[in-house]
């Protein structure tokens, strides 16, 4: 059984001082919850600082970028190795919004799941299409062309794959208020898992899948009720305890009930 996966991505929000004030409320309000795998991937700045104020709480720290190379001359950038020293597990790769502000394409996303898989983190790596796309009915050539663009490599082998975490994030539903229909979303997870399936056999069915896009506390269960969905990617939900708290809750009594 895959583990169920809540994974809050900050984006540029919040300072050192606001992730500790977070920090002092928000493991007690999930107090009650167990069985889910919880990450919240902050600003690098305060990454360091959020691993300590994790330690004895169940939550786990994930970075919103990084580099693929080691160390080196790249201004700017933050490589595997230091995110790995400081205890990070997980990292966002080829999120829309580095895709379309930053220049990413399916290059760089190879290389940096490459990195992370190499350098023992947890990808979770981002894929979607855009309105346009959606509306000539390109969607499943563009999650292809992404999926196989960045897992270009011949067999990463068993243990890298099951590590891998996909978040299907259609780009019109980002920060927009109307997330994918749960159907629509299951179906894409389906057609997601389907081209695992086709490289890895049945490895495909360990890997956990999740949806982003303006998921809150009232819709999350939309999707995660569904068996091709394993938990969701979280933007604006994540930055309330209360509303991250209660989206989480919402999936610990559904899984209960
Ligand atoms: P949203 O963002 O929940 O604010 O729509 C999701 C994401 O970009 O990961």
């Given at each position: 059984?895959?583990?169920?996966?809540?994974?809050?991505?900050?984006?540029?929000?919040?300072?050192?001082?606001?992730?500790?004030?977070?920090?002092?409320?928000?493991?007690?309000?999930?107090?009650?919850?167990?069985?889910?795998?919880?990450?919240?991937?902050?600003?690098?700045?305060?990454?360091?600082?959020?691993?300590?104020?994790?330690?004895?709480?169940?939550?786990?720290?994930?970075?919103?970028?990084?580099?693929?190379?080691?160390?080196?001359?790249?201004?700017?950038?933050?490589?595997?190795?230091?995110?790995?020293?400081?205890?990070?597990?997980?990292?966002?790769?080829?999120?829309?919004?580095?895709?379309?502000?930053?220049?990413?394409?399916?290059?760089?996303?190879?290389?940096?799941?490459?990195?992370?898989?190499?350098?023992?983190?947890?990808?979770?790596?981002?894929?979607?299409?855009?309105?346009?796309?959606?509306?000539?009915?390109?969607?499943?050539?563009?999650?292809?062309?992404?999926?196989?663009?960045?897992?270009?490599?011949?067999?990463?082998?068993?243990?890298?794959?099951?590590?891998?975490?996909?978040?299907?994030?259609?780009?019109?539903?980002?920060?927009?208020?109307?997330?994918?229909?749960?159907?629509?979303?299951?179906?894409?997870?389906?057609?997601?898992?389907?081209?695992?399936?086709?490289?890895?056999?049945?490895?495909?069915?360990?890997?956990?899948?999740?949806?982003?896009?303006?998921?809150?506390?009232?819709?999350?269960t939309q999707f995660?009720?569904?068996?091709?969905?394993?938990?969701?990617?979280?933007g604006g939900s994540?930055?309330?305890?209360?509303?991250?708290?209660?989206?989480?809750?919402?999936?610990?009594?559904?899984?209960?009930?």
């Amino acid at each position: 059984m895959r583990k169920k996966l809540i994974v809050a991505n900050w984006k540029m929000h919040k300072t050192l001082a606001e992730t500790e004030k977070f920090m002092q409320r928000f493991p007690n309000e999930i107090e009650e919850v167990s069985g889910i795998e919880i990450v919240i991937c902050a600003p690098f700045i305060s990454l360091g600082r959020l691993v300590d104020l994790m330690r004895g709480t169940p939550l786990n720290p994930g970075a919103q970028n990084m580099h693929w190379q080691k160390e080196g001359a790249y201004t700017g950038e933050i490589s595997p190795l230091m995110l790995k020293e400081i205890g990070v597990k997980y990292v966002i790769i080829g999120h829309s919004e580095r895709r379309k502000y930053f220049g990413e394409n399916d290059v760089i996303i190879n290389k940096k799941t490459t990195a992370a898989l190499n350098n023992g983190l947890i990808p979770i790596l981002c894929l979607g299409e855009n309105l346009e796309e959606r509306r000539s009915k390109k969607t499943e050539k563009v999650l292809k062309e992404q999926l196989y663009g960045a897992l270009d490599e011949a067999d990463p082998g068993e243990e890298k794959l099951q590590r891998i975490v996909l978040a299907y994030e259609p780009v019109w539903a980002i920060g927009t208020g109307t997330p994918a229909g749960g159907d629509e979303a299951a179906d894409v997870a389906g057609y997601l898992r389907s081209l695992l399936n086709r490289k890895w056999g049945a490895l495909s069915e360990k890997v956990r899948i999740l949806y982003g896009g303006s998921v809150n506390e009232d819709n999350i269960t939309q999707f995660t009720g569904k068996k091709d969905i394993d938990g969701a990617l979280v933007g604006g939900s994540s930055l309330k305890e209360s509303s991250f708290a209660g989206l989480i809750k919402a999936v610990f009594y559904e899984g209960r009930s």
